[in-house]
């Protein structure tokens, strides 16, 4: 992977993040590295469920493997509060 695909996956996985964030109700205690993180894994489980039913590729915009990115995120982002919120 080169540079401009590392800094591409880090732009999407924190716009991935902070919309995982923004469709789950309340706050979230959890911090900005946390976000990033669940938004890049989110971005890449995301793609390659989207490829899985064949909706990646379309033409124009990606809506549905978009969604999927956001609902995997918000799913993300309330495991790591949880887990966060044990301690």
Known sequence: ??????????????VIG????LVIPGRQRIGVLWTILVGIAAALVGTAVAGAFGVADTRGVDWIELAMQV???????TAVERLKGRR
């Open 1 to 14: 992977m080169e540079i401009s695909g590392i800094f591409t996956a880090i732009v999407i996985g924190i």
């Open 18 to 21: 902070i919309l995982g964030r």
């Open 71 to 77: 609902g995997l995120a918000a799913v993300g982002v």
